[in-house]
């Protein structure tokens, strides 16, 4: 019983360090500098530096106005044991993105929503959204150059060809995307809309699309053989698949003339047309 008793001494004791060395300073130079030594855990120095030295000039700016909401996110994401190296490089790419291309309207904006959403989520929610910035944040700089709209598990959506266009005056944050190949993955399994226009809310991941096509590559056809005009429609890109209610169907080979209906595509499954 004493050693049990011992054991459980040093256990809550070696928990309790962890827990005061993962805090972070009050003032701004104590801030930085458990940052810093933070930061340094979950990368090798070398990768590390680099994304220290390219946020450093941020938070040292006088004028930057948003640091005390990212040193808010970073707490909560420590309250909320966020600790995986991916979420805390992403919190560095987009404090540094919105700085260096948005306007101070924008930059406003999103961090007004962050901070509101930061309180509220759960932490798998937090590292979603925050998963989720990044990749509109980076756009199609990413290292195959597509733009990722949202990544959870198994299920991937992307554009690969078209504009996305930062809304910069609306209320609230949402990018414009115009004639635009949108890729969904889920397991094995993909789909494609073509020429896809519409408005894009990264934090609820849904896409108001106005306009798209979708080719039946998926069974079997080439481009422009059997395909698909998309009317408009709703896509919750954490889901699989999405429902068009208008679409017209245009074929080669077994119609005359283009049949209107509705459109249904689950990945995991074969499209259907009604």
């Known amino acids: 019983m004493k050693y049990f008793s011992a054991l459980f001494a040093l256990l809550l004791c070696t928990v309790l360090t962890a827990q005061t060395q993962r805090s972070l300073g009050a003032s701004e130079a104590d801030f930085w500098r ?28 006088p004028s930057w106005e ?38 101070d309207q924008a930059q406003n904006r999103w961090w007004a929503e962050t901070s509101e959403l930061v309180q509220k989520s759960s932490r798998a929610a937090l590292s979603e959204y925050l998963h989720t910035a990044a990749g509109m944040s980076v756009g199609f700089g990413s290292p195959n150059a597509r733009l990722r709209l949202f990544e959870a598990g198994p299920l991937r959506w992307e554009l690969e060809f078209g504009d996305a266009t930062l809304d910069e005056e609306a209320p609230s944050t949402r990018y414009r995307i115009e ?8 397991k094995n399994d993909s789909t494609q809309i073509d020429s ?68 249904e595509e689950r990945l995991g499954t074969r499209s259907t047309a009604e």
């Open 34 to 61: 458990d940052f810093s030594k933070l930061y340094a855990e979950f990368l090798p120095k070398k990768e590390s530096d680099l994304d220290l030295l390219s946020l450093k000039s941020v938070y040292d700016d």
């Open 66 to 103: 948003h640091r005390a909401a990212f040193q808010d996110l970073t707490r909560e994401m420590l309250r909320k044991r966020i600790v995986d190296a991916q979420s805390w490089a992403e919190c560095i790419k987009l404090a540094v993105g919105w700085y260096s291309n948005a306007s």
């Open 179 to 186: 004639g635009a190949v949108l890729r969904g993955y889920f």
């Open 196 to 263: 896809l226009s519409g408005w894009y809310d990264p934090r609820s991941a849904q896409l108001t699309a106005e306009s798209g096509r979708v080719d039946w590559y998926r069974a079997g056809y080439g481009y422009g053989e059997v395909y698909n005009e998309l009317g408009r429609f709703s896509l919750d890109l954490k889901q699989t698949g999405f429902v068009v209610d208008s679409a017209l169907l245009q074929s080669l080979y077994y119609i005359n003339q283009p049949l209107r209906g509705r459109f």
